[in-house]
């Protein structure tokens, strides 16, 4: 919660220099209104708790009637919660709750379909770390929520040696070498390949889980192959909805995905005075 906190209070401050202008000189204090929340479109709800959270700092006495859950698929037109308070309230934190609620379904909902469309395969759908910059904490559990799962929360959380470490270091064997002797036992190593040399020189330095970036569905097979199971594989570098069965395909375990969360449209939702 008190990450949470954190983030709301950053994003009402934005919202909010010093007063709403326009609410508080058309409003009083006494004034009290009933807001309805609605769906838009179809899709996954993720974020309520955050929603909650906003207005719940803005004025601790607002009253909520919910008739939804984090992870509920809505229809267009399904009224997903209502809200009872101050008018003034209600409207100051309109927007910047509005703005996590839409932006974590329409995470959740696209971390659905990319699931949806693999449920078929023995293959885990993970994110990235290409989040929006301070709400990787909330775009993650979104992804979650849609039943995607999450890679790395940041970089003290795995060894993973990209293409950048393998060119300062000399290669594939040197970098495995030079982290293997600092990390403890517990922690596994991924390395990035871009090529099926790399792949093999990857295996040839005991990498726990190789990750295939950017190779063709044939060479994803290959590499697949040649692993032999003797490391988890995982795909990554231009995933997309429309390519990802095909990608599952190929036998990989893993498929990571930027686009679960930097690219993603936010879902329409809307709150209208009752």
């Known amino acids: 919660m008190e990450k949470v906190d954190e983030i709301v209070k950053l994003a009402l401050s934005e919202d909010i220099s010093s007063y709403d202008i326009t609410t508080e000189n058309v409003f009083t204090s006494e004034h009290n209104s009933i807001a309805i929340i609605t769906a838009k479109q179809d899709g996954v709800i993720a974020g309520l708790g955050v929603f909650k959270r906003v207005f719940y700092l803005i004025d601790s006495e607002i009253e909520f009637k919910e008739y939804f859950k984090d992870g509920d698929f809505v229809k267009n037109n399904n009224i997903i919660m209502e809200i009872k308070g101050s008018t003034i309230s209600l409207l100051k934190a309109e927007r910047t709750a509005l703005n996590f609620l839409q932006r ?43 039943g995607a799962s999450n890679h790395r929360y940041n970089l003290s959380d795995g060894v993973l040696i990209k293409d950048n470490h393998i060119k300062a270091c000399g290669g ?3 970098a495995v070498e030079k982290v293997r002797g ?23 330095s005991g990498a726990d889980i190789i990750m295939l970036d950017n190779m063709s569905l044939d060479k994803m097979k290959e590499a697949v192959e040649f692993i032999a199971k003797r490391a988890l594989v995982e795909a990554s570098g231009n995933v997309t909805l429309e390519k990802i069965e095909d990608i599952a395909k190929t036998g990989v375990d893993i498929i990571s995905s930027g686009s679960l969360t930097h690219s993603v449209k936010a879902m329409d939702i809307s709150m209208r005075i009752k």
């Open 104 to 146: 974590l379904s329409g995470i959740a909902t696209m971390s659905k379909r990319y699931c949806e469309k693999v449920k078929n395969y023995s293959v885990k759908i993970t994110d990235t770390r290409k989040t929006t910059p301070g709400l990787r904490h909330l775009e993650k559990y979104a992804v979650r929520v849609g």
């Open 172 to 174: 594939i064997k040197k």
């Open 182 to 204: 600092k990390i403890p036992h517990t922690i596994k190593i991924e390395v990035e390949t871009e090529n099926l040399e790399s792949v093999r020189e990857a295996i040839e």
